[in-house]
């Protein structure tokens, strides 16, 4: 099993990681969505939110863009990354991934 997080802002998968409205995690077993949750996370603080992700037990994030300081937490916690992620649905985002179609551009946060 695996578990997935996509940042969400005004429904899409959010272009800033530590500006998002809520979290979507998505358990994933025999490469489906098993089960989905929306989280609110806690006020942001520098370096809280990548602790907080891998303690709602995730493996993987998938964000439109990531500040290296989260992506350096996240890599000390053996949380993946798939950075520049579209502005789509996170549902979209997470099957096209599974799928291996997911197409990521270019890192949109770039502090």
């Not at 800033?16 to 077993?29: D, S």
């Not at 990548?50 to 995730?58: H, R, T």
């Not at 053996?78 to 789509?88: F, I, L």
Request: proline share 6%; glycine share 10%.
């Amino acid at each position: 099993m695996m578990k997935i997080a996509v940042p969400v802002t005004s429904g899409v998968v959010s272009s800033h990681f530590g500006h998002c409205e809520i979290f979507y995690f998505a358990t994933i077993e025999n490469n489906k969505i098993i089960k989905e949750e929306n989280i609110t996370p806690p006020e942001h603080e520098p370096g809280l939110y990548p602790k907080w992700v891998k303690s709602q037990g995730a493996d993987l994030v998938i964000a439109g863009g990531m500040g290296q300081k989260a992506r350096d937490l996240f890599d000390q916690n053996q949380v993946k990354q798939v950075v520049g992620a579209p502005n789509v649905a996170p549902k979209q985002a997470i099957e096209e991934y599974l799928a291996g179609n997911l197409q990521s551009g270019s890192n949109s946060c770039d502090h």
